[in-house]
C-alpha cells in the first residue's frame, strides 16, 4: 500500500506550502453527498480529508459537530457504509483519507477486520480521539500490518511523557489540538500557540498539523507559519446545516478555496 500521507507531505514541504485538512461528517445528510463532495474537495484545495465516523456520544465535539453526527445517524450511516462509500470512491481521488472518531465502532467491528477492511477500503489512517497510545495494543498491530497509519492526539496540556509517548507509536502526522475544550469556532488563535507548537516540533519527527476552533482564512494562515497543516472541521460542518445540493456543494468549495489561498499566500 502506498504511504499516501508521507508523499502528501513531501510535496508539500518541497512546494513550501502547508498542508489544508479538511473535516466533514460521513453520511452527513447522506453518504452520497459525502460520496459527491470528497472529489470537489480535493479539487478545491484540501491537502488530506478527514472523514467523521458519526458516533452517538461525541464527546470531544461541539454542538456543530455533534448534530452532524445526529444527521449522519437518521439517515442510517454505519461504519460499514462508511468504508463502502470510500471504497468506491477512492479511484477518484489523489489525496489521503483520515477515519476520525471514537473507539466504540472500531471496537465493535473488531480491530483487526477494521485495519483490514479500511485499509483495502483505500483508508489511510484512523484518528480515535478516545484512544490514548497506552490503550491502543489491540489496534497498532493490526495497523501496522495492513498499513495503516495511527494519528493520535497532543494538546496544550500534554506532559513530556505523552509527547515521548505518542512520538513513538503515532505514524502519519501528529494531530496537535489548539485549544483546551470541544470542537467549534473560535473568535481567536490562542496566544501561546507559536510557544507550544515550536516545542512539539522540536520533539517530534512526524508532521504537526494543528485544528480545533480554526475557522477563517485569516486563522488558518496564522496557524500555517507555525505547523505543518491546519485543519479546519466545524466550519465546513456548519454549512451542511444551512445548504443543500449544488448550493452546499458550491459554499463548502468556496470556503475551502478560501482557506487554502489564506495559508498559501502566508507560506510563500
Known sequence: MTDRIQRRFKQLQAAHTPALVTFITAGDPDLATTARLLPLLEQAGSDIIELGIPFSDPMADGPTIQ?????????????????????????????????????????????????????????????????????AHELLPAAKAAGLK????????????????????????????????????????????AADLTRIRQQIKLPVVAGFGISTPQQAAQVAGLA?????????????????????????????GSLKQGMTATAH
Open 67 to 135: 448534530r452532524a453526527s445526529e444527521r449522519a445517524l437518521a439517515a442510517g450511516t454505519t461504519l460499514t457504509k462508511v468504508l463502502e462509500m470510500v471504497r468506491q470512491v477512492r479511484s477518484q481521488l489523489s489525496v489521503p483519507i483520515i477515519l476520525m472518531g471514537y473507539s466504540n465502532p472500531i471496537y465493535a467491528y473488531g480491530w483487526q477486520r477494521f485495519a483490514t477492511d479500511a485499509a483495502a477500503a483505500g483508508v489511510d489512517g484512523l484518528l480515535l480521539v478516545d484512544l490514548p497510545p497506552e490503550e
Open 150 to 193: 495511527v494519528i493520535f492526539l497532543l494538546t496544550p496540556t500534554s506532559d513530556q511523557a505523552r509527547i515521548s509517548q505518542v512520538s513513538r507509536f503515532g505514524s502519519g502526522f501528529i494531530y496537535y489540538v489548539t485549544v483546551t475544550g470541544v470542537t467549534g469556532t473560535r473568535e481567536a488563535v490562542a496566544s501561546s500557540l
Open 228 to 256: 505543518d497543516g491546519v485543519v479546519v472541521g466545524s466550519a465546513i460542518v456548519k454549512l451542511f446545516e444551512q445548504h443543500q445540493g449544488e448550493q452546499l456543494a458550491d459554499q463548502v468549495c468556496q470556503l475551502v
